[in-house]
Antibody
């Protein structure tokens, strides 16, 4: 069974940092692009960042560029999101999502499946 | 950035109805347009990718069409489990962007 399990969320003060992790299982992790998508409380979906299977293609949403860094460890079947200089507007449920197989770009992707998410709350 | 606009934002319908949701992009997405369903308290689920390809395991009452900047998601005969929020998403440009969502409610 394909599974994506996020962890690392929590309550953090504005300006501080947090690192999210996503543990993947049930598929060949290093064949797939991976992404982070977030959803603020009562709001819609926002693409945060994506990374190709070999880390050769990556990108960020405008609101997180320069503050967040995506990375992966294919040996550990894991995806990460380092979040620095957090703002109150970063408060959201962060989903780890899988792109399609055997593509070398984060473009032209679709997201399936989705993890259950990890909640990040930025507040003083 | 490519802006995605869905209409309507909310919709009331009955079981058995045929429903169409529209998604319009601010520029061509070259048909890199996906649709997701999100039930309350659940993670989103992929329904349609590349404008008109049904994801494995998704009922055939769901279909997608369109090209360029204008796309539609159609549910041919609503079932009780279809009442949810639907999102379109383009993956042609960075940043990838979602529509604001269409909430489908029971009439």
């Amino acid at each position: 069974e394909v599974q994506l399990v996020e962890s690392g969320g929590g309550l953090v003060q504005p300006g501080r940092s947090l690192r999210l992790s996503c543990a993947a299982s049930g598929f060949k992790f290093d064949d797939y692009a991976m992404h982070w998508v977030r959803q603020g409380p009562g709001k819609g979906l926002e693409w945060v960042s994506g990374l190709s299977w070999n880390s050769g293609s990556l990108g960020y949403g405008d609101s997180v560029k320069g503050r967040f860094t995506i990375s992966r460890d294919n040996a550990k079947n894991s995806l990460y999101l380092q979040m620095n200089s957090l703002r109150t507007e970063d408060t959201a449920l962060y989903y780890c999502v899988r792109g399609p197989p055997l593509v070398t770009t984060i473009l032209y992707n679709w997201f399936d499946p989705w993890g259950q998410g990890t909640l990040v709350t930025v507040s003083s | 950035d490519i802006q995605m606009t869905q209409s309507p934002s909310s919709l009331s319908a009955s079981v058995g109805d045929r429903v169409t949701i529209i998604c319009r992009a601010s520029q061509s997405t070259n048909n890199y347009l996906n649709w997701y369903q999100q039930r309350p308290g659940k993670a989103p689920r992929l329904l349609i990718y590349a404008a008109n390809t049904l994801q494995s395991g998704v009922p055939s009452r769901f279909s997608g069409s369109g090209s360029g900047t204008d796309f539609t998601l159609t549910i041919s005969s609503l079932q009780p489990e279809d009442f949810a929020t639907y999102y379109c998403q383009q993956s042609y440009g960075i940043p990838q962007t979602f529509g604001q969502g269409t909430k489908l409610e029971i009439k």
